[in-house]
């Protein structure tokens, strides 16, 4: 005999039967596109007594600031950061930017710009902005603008989008013509282009007379319109290489590589500049300078090259540059073994890359040294005064060679002045005026250190 089921006990049945209801769905920030519960970003922000505080810092040591090489947020308030913004590893695996990065520093934490939030939402905590929602359709969630970071929040409105553009008509014009100018004007633009004092890279080269035009200002010879590819494809990876070398040392969790430091090689004398320059790597665990080279194929070659002596498969240039460095690492208390220049491949495999190492050599970098205030002495006053002799710099010493064509004053014409070099025919020139200088033994340019 079956039970009797009341009206009341069927109606609490089919309740506890009902499936839940289907949540609303939260609110999601605008920046980051995390549930705006769970976002660093949007959490300061929905508390009203935290907006505008100093963020708190963290007790985890942070990282060098670096620049950045993507678009990324900060870790800490979620603000955008940029392309060559300044930022720093927060200790969590996270990049923090300058708002928060600063410790030392007051700090404010983002206001609601950029947030998403219901109306419901909205309201309760920024009253007195219904009229701002007056034309927001109703499926979708209040937009603010960004800050001025030229990033808008969708949908836009005609306020925000009102100004017109017109396409012009027929193909776009060429954009790698453009960016000819634009990557020249880019490179004229940086630091290492306008630097006026001689660093590593340049006193390394074999040629007095190069050295001495550039220590008596000579005006370098126009430039064409080619944009310098080749080197600025070098920066581009030089850039990459200091980020893999500050994330290696995140993962080791200690300083193994000393990176893109300002290194002192000379303190210089009264009349003449100090020798400094940027160090691309210090080893520490092995005591080695590290020099990055960007090069094709025939420089790769030229250093794999098995039956020719170790200190003839470089350059001799890339050699004294390389113990200069360590000179200067030397100066900032650091203990110096070896030198290295590791070449890497421009082609598609990594591993065509190549590496040259030697036992690093303090006479070398002296010999450098020595040459640059001799000539200093050279061209001034006391020596051949070119300022006042301009047919005199046919004196200064040339080596000619390949090189001649990548010299910054060569320049057809006459033999050397005030306006620049013609290049190896000049040589024939110097060695008629031999006896009227000190002239530097030839092989002790091309092998520093050697002594006869």
Request: glycine share 8%; with cysteine; charged share 25%.
């Amino acid at each position: 005999m079956t039970a009797a089921v009341s009206d009341a006990e069927l109606a609490a049945l089919i309740a506890d039967l009902r499936l839940p209801a289907t949540p609303a769905a939260e609110p999601r920030c605008a920046v980051t596109e995390l549930i705006a519960a769970q976002c660093a970003h949007c959490l300061p922000a929905l508390a009203s007594d935290a907006v505008g505080q100093p963020r708190t810092p963290s007790d985890k040591p942070l990282g060098p600031w670096i620049t950045a090489s993507y678009r990324g947020t900060c870790s800490s308030c979620g603000t955008r950061t940029e392309e060559m913004d300044d930022i720093r590893a927060d200790g969590d695996g996270g990049w923090l930017g300058r708002c928060c990065g600063d410790v030392d520093e007051p700090a404010t934490t983002p206001t609601l710009d950029g947030l998403i939030v219901p109306p419901s939402t909205l309201l309760d905590i920024a009253p007195g902005i219904e009229h701002a929602m007056a034309n927001q359709p109703p499926q979708y969630a209040l937009m603010i603008p960004m800050r001025d970071d030229g990033i808008r929040s969708w949908p836009a409105t005609p306020e925000w989008d009102n100004e017109p553009h017109q396409v012009p008509a027929g193909p776009p014009p060429s954009t790698v013509e453009e960016m000819r100018q634009v990557l020249a004007d880019l490179d004229g633009s940086r630091a290492r282009s306008q630097q006026t004092r001689l660093g590593p890279s340049e006193l390394g080269t074999p040629c007095q007379r190069q050295i001495a035009m550039k220590l008596a200002g000579v005006v370098r010879q126009p430039e064409d319109k080619r944009p310098p590819w080749a080197p600025m494809q070098g920066t581009a990876m030089h850039t990459l290489m200091e980020e893999a070398l500050h994330f290696h040392n995140r993962q080791l969790g200690r300083d193994r590589w000393a990176v893109e430091e300002t290194l002192t090689v000379d303190p210089g004398l009264p009349g003449v500049d100090p020798i400094t320059g940027h160090g691309d790597a210090f080893d520490n665990d092995y005591a080695t300078v590290v020099d990055w080279k960007y090069v094709g194929v025939t420089a790769l070659r030229q250093v794999k090259r098995k039956k020719v002596p170790n200190t003839e498969l470089v350059k001799p240039e890339y050699r004294i540059q390389a113990h200069l460095y360590g000179r200067g690492h030397e100066r900032a208390g650091r203990k110096v073994r070896w030198v290295r220049l590791v070449f890497l491949a421009r082609s598609h495999d990594y591993n065509d890359s190549a590496e040259w190492t030697e036992e690093y050599r303090p006479d070398i970098a002296d010999w450098a040294v020595d040459r640059y205030f001799a000539t200093h002495d050279l061209i001034g006053e006391h020596g051949l005064d070119l300022a006042a002799n301009p047919d005199r710099w046919p004196a200064v010493p040339a080596v000619p060679g390949s090189a001649c064509a990548w010299c910054p004053f060569k320049r057809p014409g006459p033999e050397a002045d005030q306006t620049g070099c013609r290049g190896d025919l000049d040589q024939e020139a110097a060695y008629q005026m031999r006896g009227l200088i000190a002239w530097p033994n030839p092989t002790r340019i091309n092998n520093p250190g050697r002594t006869q």
